[in-house]
T-cell receptor, first 115, second 119 residues
């Protein structure tokens, strides 16, 4: 069965610095997708970035980049130049296979950006 | 961008009553919708997958008769919590997959969630 692990329940980062949020996964499928979502205190889930298992390059979206290490089954999110508005919960999620669209989420990391 | 509207955002009900939560895709047709439950400071737990025009598929451990899901149209799915108990109090959030977007890199679009409190 697939599993997503986020080992950092909480993280602090100084404003304008970079921060890495860890995510490891376990799956027996060769085809899968990895997603990161941000959840502010208001509750909505905001899609940040996607990495496919066959993608050779690490995904980037603005200040977000994904450090994908397939052999180690890790997909860490890197946020550069942190802003106060980045303070939120961050969830790593995985979609397994080409025929399933449901997402399985990790336990999340609460990020607090200090001014 | 694709917008998913979830209503109500907050609801308080008494034990034993039923509560209906609506999830609407506003500017796209949602072939598949997913219902998640989130306990305070916890992750999202998938409850069920809802496909338009067919019965929902529930995850293991989720009571079908307790959490009734109806996906009657391509833009609306509803979750009804029947005979609610205080332990049903939680944050419920829906997500939708845009029909025709069969690529597995297409993100799900989430509603803003419903905070249910059962007294």
């Amino acid at each position: 069965a697939q599993k997503i692990t986020q080992t950092q329940p909480g993280m602090f980062v100084q404003e304008k610095e970079a921060v890495t949020l860890d995510c490891t996964y376990d799956t027996s499928d060769q085809s899968y997708g990895l997603f990161w979502y941000k959840q502010p205190s208001s509750g909505e889930m905001i899609f940040l970035i996607y990495q496919g298992s066959y993608d050779e390059q690490n995904a980037t979206e603005g200040r977000y980049s994904l450090n994908f290490q397939k052999a180690r089954k890790s997909a860490n999110l890197v946020i550069s130049a942190s802003q106060l508005g980045d303070s939120a919960m961050y969830f790593c999620a995985m979609r397994e296979g080409r025929s399933s669209y449901k997402l399985i989420f990790g336990s999340g990391t609460r990020l607090l950006v200090r001014p | 961008g694709a917008v998913v509207s979830q209503h109500p955002s907050r609801v308080i009900c008494k034990s034993g009553t039923s509560v209906k939560i609506e999830c609407r895709s506003l500017d796209f047709q949602a072939t598949t919708m997913f219902w998640y439950r989130q306990f305070p400071k916890k992750s999202l737990m998938l409850m069920a997958t809802s496909n338009e025009g067919s019965k929902a598929t529930y995850e293991q451990g989720v009571e079908k008769d307790k959490f009734l899901i109806n996906h009657a149209s391509l833009t609306l799915s509803t979750l009804t919590v029947t005979s609610a108990h205080p332990e049903d109090s939680s944050f419920y959030i829906c997500s939708a997959r845009e029909g025709g977007k069969s690529s597995y890199n297409s993100p799900l679009h989430f509603g803003n969630g419903t905070r249910l409190t059962v007294t």
